[in-house]
C-alpha cells in the first residue's frame, strides 16, 4: 500500500498503471514529433520554390503586379491570366492587348508565333536579345532620372513623371517617351499593323513600386487602352526549348535520400527505446562515503608502478619514513631533513652527517636505486625502533 498526503489509502497497482500511462504517453509525443519531422523532411524535398514570380499578376509579394491587375479590373479592364502559350494565343482578339514579361523561355520562333495575332503587345521587361529580334531598338548606358513623357503618344500625356530602372536608344522609325538624349524609358512600335510597346517594370509596376510617382498612370495608359487583357505569364513548364528544366530541390535531391532519412530516425527511435529500458530505478547512497586508507595507498602505489614513476615514488617512500621518524624520535611533524637526520645519529651514536644524503638526497631514477632506498630507509626505521625500546628499558 501507498499513503498520499491526506492519509487516503491507495492502491499500489493504481500507482504503477499511472506510472506505465505516463511512460506510454511520453513515447507516443516522441513517436509524433518523429513522424511530423518525416513528413515535414519529405514535402521539402518534393516541393519546387514559390511559382509566383517578379511581374507575375496573381504574385502578392513585393516583385508581382497583382495590385496592377486589380486596379485594371477596377477601371473596367477584363484580365485574363493564362500560362500556356497556346491559350493565350487563342485568346487573342482584335479588341485585346497581349501583355507579358521577357519571354525568355520560348525560342523566337514561338515567340513571334505568341505576338503574331495580336494588334496591341506590351512587353513589361525586356532584354538585348528580344529588343533585336523585334528590331525595336538597344539597351542604352545612360543613367536614369525623373522624366516625362515627352512624346507624341496621346496616353502618356497625363501621366506626369516616372523615374525609370532602365534606358533603350530606339531603333529608326520608333518612338522613344519618357527620357532624352541618353535613352527612351518605354519604346513605341507602330510601324508594322500592331502597336509593341516596351519597357522595364520591375521598378514601375511591381506591388512595391507601382504607387510611386506616375507608375501607375503610365500602367494604365499602357495596358487599358482596350477592353481585354491577356496576360501571358512566361515559365519552364511552358518552354519549347530544347534542354533540361531548371533544377529543383526535389529533382537534385538523389532517390535514397528520404528513405535513409527515415531509416535514420526509425533506427534512433529504436535506440532510444532500447537504451531507456536498461536504466532501473536510482539507488540512494549515503555521502559522504568512507574509504579505507590501505584501498587509497594500494591505489596510489598501482598508479605509480603503472606511470613507471621512480622518483616519484622515491619522494613518496621518503616522505613517510620522514613522518615516522620524527615521530618516534620526538620530533614535531614540521621538522626538517637535518633535524631529522641529527636526531636519528643521535640515538643510532653514529657521526652527525651521516643520514643527511639518505634523508635528503638526489632521488632513484630507476627502480633498482628504488629498492635500494626502500631497503636503506626500512633498515633505518628498524634500527631507530630497536634504540627506543632499548633506552626504555635500560630507564
Request: aromatic share 4%.
Amino acid at each position: 500500500m501507498t499513503l498520499v498526503d491526506d492519509d487516503t489509502a491507495v492502491p499500489s497497482t493504481a500507482v504503477r498503471t499511472r506510472g506505465r500511462l505516463r511512460r506510454v504517453a511520453g513515447w507516443a509525443l516522441v513517436v509524433l514529433l518523429v513522424i511530423v519531422v518525416a513528413l515535414v523532411a519529405l514535402r521539402v524535398s518534393a516541393t519546387a520554390p514559390n511559382a509566383h514570380g517578379g511581374l507575375d499578376p496573381e504574385g502578392r509579394n513585393d516583385s508581382g503586379t497583382l495590385a496592377l491587375a486589380e486596379i485594371l479590373r477596377e477601371r473596367g479592364v477584363e484580365v485574363s491570366v493564362f500560362r500556356s502559350r497556346a491559350e493565350a494565343r487563342a485568346a487573342v482578339d482584335d479588341d485585346t492587348t497581349l501583355v507579358m514579361s521577357n519571354p525568355y523561355t520560348l525560342s523566337d520562333e514561338a515567340t513571334l508565333e505568341l505576338i503574331e495575332p495580336a494588334d496591341r503587345v506590351v512587353f513589361l521587361s525586356t532584354g538585348t536579345h528580344l529588343l533585336r529580334l523585334l528590331e525595336i531598338g538597344e539597351t542604352s548606358s545612360g543613367s536614369a532620372g525623373p522624366t516625362e513623357s515627352d512624346c507624341s503618344v496621346t496616353e502618356f500625356a497625363d501621366v506626369g513623371s516616372i523615374r525609370p530602372d532602365r534606358l533603350f536608344e530606339p531603333a529608326d522609325g520608333v518612338e522613344g517617351c519618357f527620357g532624352d538624349a541618353a535613352g527612351s524609358a518605354v519604346l513605341i512600335d507602330d510601324r508594322a499593323d500592331r502597336r509593341i510597346a516596351a519597357v522595364e517594370g520591375t521598378k514601375l509596376f511591381s506591388n512595391a513600386y507601382l504607387a510611386e510617382n506616375g507608375n501607375a498612370a503610365l500602367a494604365f495608359a499602357l495596358l487599358g487602352q482596350t477592353e481585354r487583357v491577356v496576360w501571358y505569364v512566361p515559365s519552364f513548364a511552358d518552354s519549347d526549348l530544347e534542354g533540361d528544366a531548371p533544377e529543383t530541390l526535389g529533382t537534385l535531391t538523389p532517390g535514397w535520400v528520404t528513405p535513409a532519412i527515415l531509416l535514420l530516425m526509425i533506427a534512433g527511435l529504436a535506440a532510444a527505446i532500447w537504451r531507456g529500458q536498461r536504466f532501473g530505478p536510482l539507488v540512494a547512497e549515503t555521502l559522504p562515503v568512507t574509504v579505507r586508507a590501505s584501498e587509497t595507498m594500494h591505489g596510489r602505489a598501482r598508479l605509480t608502478a603503472k606511470a613507471a614513476d621512480a622518483p616519484h615514488a622515491a619522494e613518496a617512500l621518503r616522505e613517510g619514513s620522514m613522518r615516522r621518524l620524527a615521530r618516534r624520535l620526538g620530533l614535531t611533524a614540521r621538522a626538517g631533513v637535518d633535524e631529522v637526520a641529527d636526531a636519528a645519529a643521535d640515538r643510532l651514536r653514529i657521526p652527525r652527517g651521516s643520514l643527511q644524503e639518505l634523508l635528503g638526497g638526489p632521488l632513484p631514477t630507476d627502480d633498482h636505486g628504488l629498492i635500494d632506498l626502500a631497503r636503506r630507509l626500512s633498515d633505518l626505521e628498524a634500527s631507530v625502533e630497536q634504540s627506543s625500546h632499548a633506552a626504555r628499558r635500560s630507564e
